[in-house]
C-alpha cells in the first residue's frame, strides 16, 4: 500500500506559477511511476505528466507541454509538478496517483494508488 498526500494547490492569476508536491509513505516509493492527473468540473479525469521510477523519461500532455514540469525526489519520496504559464482552462483539481510499474502509462485505469487531490484555481 502506498499513501499519497498533494500540497501546494490554490489561486494563481493567469500567466504565474505553482508548484504542487505529491509526499508518498507506506510501502516502498521505488518502482513506481508517478503521474499527475487533474480533473475539471463536468470533465473527465485526464493525464497531465507522468516520470518513471528513475526519473530518466518524463511524458507531458500536449495542453501542459513547455509549461509543466514533473520531477521526483526518491530520497524523499516526493514527486513534484512546476506548473508556469498558468492558465484558466488549467483551473481543476488535480491528482497524484502511483503505478507499480516501470512503463509509463496515460490513463488513469492503470494506476493503483491515489492521493486525495489539491485544487487548483486559475484566475483570468
Known amino acids: 500500500q502506498v499513501q499519497l498526500v498533494e500540497s501546494g494547490g490554490g489561486l494563481v492569476q493567469a500567466g504565474g506559477p505553482l508548484r504542487l508536491s505529491c509526499a508518498a509513505s507506506?510501502?516502498?516509493?521505488?518502482?513506481?511511476?508517478m503521474g499527475w492527473f487533474r480533473q475539471a468540473p463536468g470533465k473527465e479525469r485526464e493525464f497531465v505528466a507522468a516520470?518513471?521510477?528513475?526519473?530518466?523519461?518524463?511524458y507531458y500532455a500536449d495542453s501542459v507541454k513547455g509549461r509543466f514540469t514533473i520531477s521526483r525526489d526518491n530520497v524523499k519520496n516526493t514527486v513534484y509538478l512546476q506548473m508556469n504559464s498558468l492558465k484558466p482552462e488549467d483551473t481543476a483539481v488535480y491528482y497524484c496517483?502511483?503505478?507499480?510499474?516501470?512503463?509509463?502509462?496515460?490513463?488513469?485505469?492503470?494506476?493503483?494508488?491515489w492521493g486525495q487531490g489539491t485544487q487548483v484555481t486559475v484566475s483570468s
Open positions: 496517483a502511483a503505478r507499480p510499474s516501470v512503463v509509463v502509462g496515460t490513463i488513469s485505469s492503470g494506476y493503483r494508488y
Open positions: 507506506g510501502r516502498t516509493f521505488s518502482g513506481n511511476t
Open positions: 516520470i518513471t521510477w528513475s526519473g530518466g523519461s518524463t
